[in-house]
Each structure stands twice: as C-alpha cells, then as structure tokens.
C-alpha cells in the first residue's frame, strides 16, 4: 500500500526552464510534507516543506503548492539549473501514531540538461 | 561539522552471516531511524528510537535487530543475512517526530548478500 506516489520515474528538463516535479497521497492523517533531494552515493538532504494550512510555500527558486482537496502536491523549480539534477522524494507525515513517521515516495529522477 | 556518520559505506555479505551498521550523530537529537532503499522504492523504515532505550519497529523491521544505549549511538544488527536484505540502508536523526521536522541522513551503507 503505497500511500505516497511519485508517478514519474524520471523527469528531463533544459537549464533554465521550469521543472515540475509531482506527488500525490492517499492517507488523509498526512498534515505535514517535505521534498528531500538525494544526490548519487550521499544520503538525502531535506529541501523545503509545507504544513496543510498552507497551499504554498516559497524558498528560493523552489516552491511547494499543496492542493489538499485532491491530495496532491507539486515543487517547481524555476528556473532549473543543472546542479539541480538529483533524485526527489516526497516524504509526509502527521501528528499521531503511525502517521508521525516520514512516509516516502519512490522518487523522481531530475536531469536538467544543458 | 559531521552530522550523521555512518559505517561502513560498503560491505559483501555471505548468506548467514551478521554485521552490525553502525550510525552515530552529534547533533543531541533524540529520535533516530534506519531505512532501507531499494531500487526504484522508496525509503522503507525498518526501526526508529525516540530516545536512549526506546526503540520501536517501522514498516519492515524482519530481520534486524537495534537497540539505543546512547543518544549518539543506533546501531542496527543483521543476525544471518539473505539475499532480500540487499540494499541501501540510511541511518537519520530529528530533533522532534512528525510535523515539520528535518530528518538529517547519513551518506548510507550499500550492503550486498551473496
């Protein structure tokens, strides 16, 4: 039972435009979502997070919409540069019980090509 | 500034043997995890620990064995190895569980059973 989903395995982008990466979740205790980003041969390094209050959140060049009627979310990337190329996961919790561990997606891949 | 460490980063296994994983952090947090990544999969929690002599199974603990004398200290054991527990394993931290909490990785452990 998979309650995160990333659909796309992989996902190529040219420097400079936007990426858009997505995710989607089946368990309604999730409140709390966070993107990691993972480069080859290191452990993945947390990148920016939202909170269900929110529907937006913005650091930088990335930002997190979560549209939470459909249980789904996306990061953006803009513009998309080519440090940007590593594997994202979606990761998402809740307060209480099982949901308060990080439950992940598989990930996707990201090349940003030149 | 070291974070989560991690050792060994590779290891060849025979099928039957033991090994212990071991992870150490000094960043004072409380909770800390162990995950396996397989491929194309996400990460999987095999155990967690919310403090010195807390430990708790995750999704996938069959197999291993932890235990947390130190806050610093989560070491995870493998009794007699199988082909199944051919992975990536990560060992994380966090200062709280659930909500926005960062988890901080280690650079993980390939481990392969043959």
């Known amino acids: 039972d998979q309650q995160v989903k990333q659909n796309s395995p992989s996902l190529s982008v040219q420097e400079g435009r936007i990426s858009i990466l997505n995710c989607d979740y089946t368990n309604s205790m999730f409140d709390y979502f966070l993107w990691y980003k993972k480069y080859p041969a290191e452990g993945p390094t947390f990148l920016i997070s939202i909170s269900s209050i929110k529907d937006k959140n913005e650091d930088g060049r990335f930002t997190v919409f979560l549209n939470k009627s459909a249980k789904h979310l996306s990061l953006h990337i803009v513009p998309s540069q080519p440090g940007d190329s590593a594997v994202y996961f979606c990761?998402?919790?809740?307060?209480?019980?099982?949901?308060?561990?990080?439950?992940f997606g598989t990930g996707t891949r990201l090349q940003v090509t030149l | 500034n070291a974070g989560v460490t991690q050792t060994p980063k590779f290891r060849i296994l025979k099928i039957g043997q033991s090994m212990t994983l071991q992870c150490a952090q000094d960043m004072n947090h409380n909770y800390m995890y162990w995950y396996r990544q397989d491929p194309g999969m996400g990460l999987k929690l095999i155990y967690y620990?919310?403090?010195?002599?807390?430990?708790d199974k995750g999704e996938v603990p069959n197999g291993y064995n932890v235990s947390r004398s130190t806050t610093e200290d989560f070491p995870l054991r493998l009794e007699l190895a199988a082909p199944s527990q051919t992975s990536v394993y990560f060992c994380?931290?966090?200062?709280?569980?659930?909500?926005?909490?960062?988890?901080?990785f280690g650079q993980g452990t390939r481990l392969t059973v043959v």
């Open positions: 620990s919310v403090g010195a002599g807390i430990t």
């Open positions: 994380a931290s966090s200062y709280s569980s659930g909500g926005l909490a960062e988890a901080f």
């Open positions: 990761a998402a919790s809740g307060d209480t019980g099982t949901a308060s561990k990080l439950t």
